[in-house]
């Protein structure tokens, strides 16, 4: 893998934010145990402690203008920090 391939993680307040580029892998189907493939699309991986959590173009766009435009929702992410 290339440096351009691999996956950028940026540490960010106990945490990291990382640009997950979108990959396919066999995994295992759960309730027949046969193979399965597993295709997953860009998408950004957001780690803080010991949760993470996986956020599409959509969600973070969405995060990204109701900060932008909403005041209750600014305000209650400066009362999150």
């Known amino acids: 893998m290339t ?7 940026h540490p960010w307040l ?3 934010i990382e640009f997950a580029r979108a990959l396919t ?3 295992q189907d759960r309730d027949t145990g046969s193979p399965k493939e597993v ?3 860009d998408r950004i991986v957001v780690t803080h402690g010991r949760k993470k ?4 173009g959509a969600m973070c766009k969405a995060i990204h203008d109701a900060y932008e435009v909403d005041v209750d929702f600014r305000e209650w992410c400066e009362v999150c920090k």
């Open 14 to 16: 106990g945490g990291s």
């Open 25 to 27: 892998f066999m995994g």
């Open 3 to 9: 440096d351009q391939e691999q996956n950028q993680s």
């Open 53 to 56: 959590v996986t956020l599409d």
């Open 39 to 41: 295709s997953l699309p």
